[in-house]
Nanobody, 119 residues
Framework: HVQLVESGGASVQPGGSLRLSCAASTITDSTYCMGWFRQVPGKRREAVAV????????FYADSVKGRFTVSRDSAGTTVYLEMFSLKPEDTGTYTC??????????????WGQGTQVTV
């Protein structure tokens, strides 16, 4: 079982920046993809950014391309989401995810508890 613990959520002004972190326990399999989903009340949870185990293959939602960057540490157990030029529509609960399939599909993934970002 993989445990994911997020940190870094905060309230920021539009145009500001924020960095989220997610530490994964028990991940020793380098084939895991890791990333972030976002959810706002009344809307379906959506994939925001995913980084695959090769360290270069990524997925980004169209709404965040060019503004958000997903990365992992060298051990592959911590994933980051750097968010720039934040907009009010970026507000939501950001949840870390990890999986062995296509992470952006959110199927059979592991999930963190979520961290709130308010712009």
């Amino acid at each position: 079982h993989v445990q994911l613990v997020e940190s870094g959520g905060a309230s920021v002004q539009p145009g500001g920046s924020l960095r989220l972190s997610c530490a994964a326990s028990t991940i020793t399999d380098s084939t895991y993809c890791m990333g972030w989903f976002r959810q706002v009340p009344g809307k379906r949870r959506e994939a925001v950014a995913v980084l695959y185990a090769d360290g270069t293959t990524t997925f980004y939602a169209d709404s965040v391309k060019g503004r958000f960057t997903v990365s992992r540490d060298s051990a592959g157990t911590t994933v980051y989401l750097e968010m720039f030029s934040l907009k009010p529509e970026d507000t939501g609960t950001y949840t870390c995810t990890a999986g062995t399939g296509r992470c952006e599909y959110g199927i059979n993934n592991y999930w963190g508890q979520g961290t709130q970002v308010t712009v």
